[in-house]
């Protein structure tokens, strides 16, 4: 990927006295707008507020170059453009928050307490690509308050909450992620909540693959819903949302349920080897089903 920045404007951050800083924060305070900033192994412990346009890169590998914020932010965004790439976040409230700007955040670990990425505005569209998100004991990644953003190649797994979650018009475009092994729904659209979820594999979740409710209205295409232990895809409490060529497949409750005066649109989908229903659909909810195998 090319950037605007200029690498002939580039400092060192490292443990040693023989680099230019040896604090991250240190490092952004100091420098000026569209500096690059190589980030040397060691463990960095912590927080950074990004308060101006910079490229923030992990100078080796990401599982060597540690940002910890115990009950902080790991990263907070208060700038309209940033890059961060190749750094492992952990043991802090919230990996990475996102009230405004397009932060680049590339090829991260990140492990929090609370939830590992939030986008919360609707002036936060960052573009979030090749990150694993695990193992939290919150949310993975949560977009809110119209927030967007894109979200590519990510692994999220092994959440408390779910791993995806989506409300207040958050609105944001997911694509070849693998959302899985979660205690509750893989992904839960709710409160108007918004989204284009495709080419996703969603599975082993605990609760449903993906939940939409009250006035959700995704859109959800190509995706695999598998293996969940209870339904596939559950639209509820009013729910909206169009499925379309998706494969739903090997859940314990039925592939889709609706319910509640729910009304999605089904096209072009294959629903199988369920352990419960294909469709179920029950307390005054409707839908649109064409073209499907099931």
Known sequence: MTSNFNSNKTVVVAKSDRADYTTIGEAIKNSQPETRILVKPGIYRESIVIDKSLEILGDGKASDIVIEATNLNC??????????????????????????????????????????????????????????????????????????????????YGHTYPGVEISKGGNPMIHRCRINDGKQNGIWITDNGLGAIEDCDIYGNTYSGLKSDKGSNPTIRRCRVYDGKRSGIWITDNGLGILEDCDIYGNTYPGVQIDKGSNPAIRHCRIYDGKGYGIWIQDNGLGTLEDCDI
Do not use: W
């Open 75 to 156: 990263i907070l965004m208060q700038t309209d453009y940033a890059i961060v790439r190749g750094f492992t976040l952990r043991e802090s409230t919230v990996g990475v928050c996102i009230p405004k700007g397009e932060l680049i955040l590339e090829d991260c670990d990140l492990t929090a307490y609370d939830c590992g990425i939030v986008i919360c505005d609707s002036k936060a569209n960052p573009i979030i690509r090749r990150c694993c998100i695990h193992d939290g004991q919150g949310n993975g990644i949560k977009i809110k308050d119209n927030g967007q953003g894109v979200i590519e190649d990510c692994d999220i």
